[in-house]
DNA sequence: GCATAATCCTGACAGTGTAAAGATGTAAGG
DNA sequence: CCTTACATCTTTACACTGTCAGGATTATGC
């Protein structure tokens, strides 16, 4: 393995996991191109030629992270007892999510760097977008009903990712994991 | 009046309108220094003297921003017929401010610029709060339900605020006022 | 093997935030 | 009134940023 070959390989990922990285530890408002490339060991115009500008690599990381929201969410949802419940688990998923990768959640939801109209970008938000529906079409809700469940996971989410929400932050998990469901369960269909 | 007297007069408040202006056109992640100097007919330093550093200036437009937010719900909230309806026009007040000054409400609530230990920006933002509060315990409720209605009001501003919400854009404004007072009703104690 | 394309680097440019030091006006005290 | 101190603003400088143009290097297709 030589040290340092012209050709990274696969530098279009190592870029995007040096995104991710300088994403975390500076925030979406502190986030440095120049700092991504330096962290990938690369010059600071080679990101150019995979995503353009800043925003395309922003825009690519944001599609991953999407993905990545969704999987925490699947993954919070097995071993659901019912369909309520398993309503109930996504939006804890979402509360997850933020805590776990806060600048991440606010590079999908809370910026204006990413390319919105990128299909790429549309198709991954409208696939977590349609799991949240069926998930509310399942125990036979409707718009207002999706309006409801999404805008209070959000909520909880947002405020929690930003340390507004102080009255969370003192409580133990369990006494906040029990606070939310009721909360939840308050927007859910039939209630 | 001479044309340009080295003395502003009242730098400060012409350089918080100049950010305000600023803020609006470019955004947070936009947002530049030495654009609010040159807005307010001052050299690119001047800032400094008077709030330090961005961060500063930030923080100051921050506290104006929360005493706006504020009073946009006050004003909703006039008119009242009970209690109920008092807290649910504050909750449209949350959106009427997200939709009215995006940029402002990306400053309070979803930016790490300002900064959140200042005093005056703690006091501005428990001020906020605890008016909600006030809404909240008048109804009788208690933690749950303070979480409740702050998270559905802030899901559904900030979600409309960036765009994401679009069963909401679609809707007309009295379609759209019925649903969310529908939601908003959800989370008041004893629904 | 050779032309071509893809990939990455170097250098340059305008723009950014911030710090230091100088210029200019104001205010206070004698 | 004059001077001394202070507040305010400017100038200059530096390191850093994103982006562009051009050159260097390697892989790929024929």
């Not at 922003?58 to 993905?67: C, H």
């Not at 590079?107 to 299909?119: E, G, T, V, Y």
Request: a neutral charge.
């Amino acid at each position: 393995m030589t040290e340092k070959p012209y050709h990274h390989g696969d530098l279009r990922a190592a870029l995007l996991a040096a995104a991710e990285a300088e994403l975390t530890e500076k925030g979406v408002e502190g986030f440095s191109l120049r700092a991504v490339a330096k962290r990938a060991g690369v010059s600071h115009a080679a990101p150019a030629h995979h995503f353009g500008d800043t925003g395309g690599l922003l825009t690519a990381l944001a599609v991953e992270g999407f993905t990545r929201f969704q999987d925490t969410l699947d993954a919070r949802e097995v071993g659901a007892t019912d369909a309520r419940d398993r309503a109930v688990r996504a939006g804890l998923g979402y509360l997850e999510f933020a805590l776990a990768r806060p600048a991440l959640f606010r590079l999908i939801f809370s910026s204006a760097r990413p390319d919105f109209a990128s299909p790429d970008l549309i198709a991954a938000a409208n696939r977590a977008y349609q799991h949240l529906v069926g998930l509310v079409t399942t125990l036979g809700g409707g718009e207002t009903d999706v309006i409801a469940l999404w805008a209070a996971s959000h909520g909880i989410a947002d405020l929690s990712a930003g340390h507004k929400m102080r009255t969370l932050q003192g409580k133990s998990p369990e006494a906040r994991e029990a606070m939310i469901r009721a909360v939840l369960l308050r927007c859910l269909p039939g209630a």
